[in-house]
């Protein structure tokens, strides 16, 4: 099983929409990262997220963390073709000083 | 800016030869990481690096595989006999300490012929 479990893992969606991915674990994370994938390309971090319910904002992408840091939510409002990549979040457990990575939200916004 | 840089960016190798991927970390961090990517797959993690010892791997990472700091700025993932099904994106990745973001390289697209 993952220790992230990403939500949906495929998103197509028409440009100007608005759509949310979500990021779930059952572990308790001391910071928690958005990257942002092309093909062939590495991940290239959006945010961080360090403090419960903390929000962020980066222009039309907003990044939640949980209240209790076991989650996390992404929502793109008003979505253009160049948000089309993979999403991935990944993980600082607390008590160790690894990273793990979720599957993935692979979105399509198409024109 | 800073940044981690991966070496070389694609390697063909014949089954059954060693490899080795490079990788200079951000100068100031203290943590490594090497992960892999299947064409189409989830990122995976390989391993975790820190004050010049393994801290963590995961199954993936069998006796085929080793890392190493040889001279305090590249870290190396070995691949000691390379199988077909070891073709994937491996990236390097590293970070200031144990809470802050990992920064990830461009990645090695290592082909397995």
């Known amino acids: 099983t993952q220790l992230l479990e990403q939500s949906p893992q495929f998103l197509s969606i028409q440009e100007g929409e608005n759509l949310t991915v979500y990021c779930n674990s059952s572990?308790?994370?001391?910071?928690l990262q958005w990257y942002r994938q092309e093909p062939g390309e590495g991940p290239v971090l959006l945010v961080t997220?360090?403090?419960?319910?903390e929000v962020k904002k980066l222009k039309r992408l907003t990044f939640q963390f949980g209240d209790a840091r076991k989650d996390s939510s992404l929502h793109i409002t008003a979505a253009q073709p160049g948000d089309t990549g993979l999403y991935l979040c990944?993980?600082?457990?607390?008590?160790?000083?690894?990273?793990?990575f979720g599957a993935g939200t692979r979105l399509t916004v198409k024109p | 800016e800073p940044e981690v840089t991966q070496t070389p960016s694609h390697q063909v190798t014949q089954m059954g030869q060693e490899v080795i991927l490079r990788c200079v970390p951000i100068s100031n961090h203290l943590y490594f990481y090497w992960y892999r990517q299947i064409l189409g797959q989830k990122v995976e993690f390989l391993v975790s690096?820190?004050?010049?010892?393994?801290?963590?791997k995961s199954e993936i990472f069998d006796d085929q595989f080793s890392v190493e700091r040889p001279d305090g700025s590249n870290f190396t993932l070995k691949i000691r006999s390379t199988k077909l099904e070891d073709s994937a994106m491996y990236f390097c990745?590293?970070?200031?300490?144990?809470?802050?973001?990992?920064?990830f390289g461009q990645g090695t697209r290592l082909t397995v012929v």
């Open positions: 990745a590293s970070r200031r300490d144990s809470v802050t973001e990992a920064f």
């Open positions: 690096f820190y004050n010049n010892e393994i801290s963590e």
């Open positions: 990944a993980g600082a457990l607390r008590n160790n000083n690894d990273m793990r």
């Open positions: 572990s308790v994370f001391s910071s």
């Open positions: 997220v360090v403090t419960g319910g």
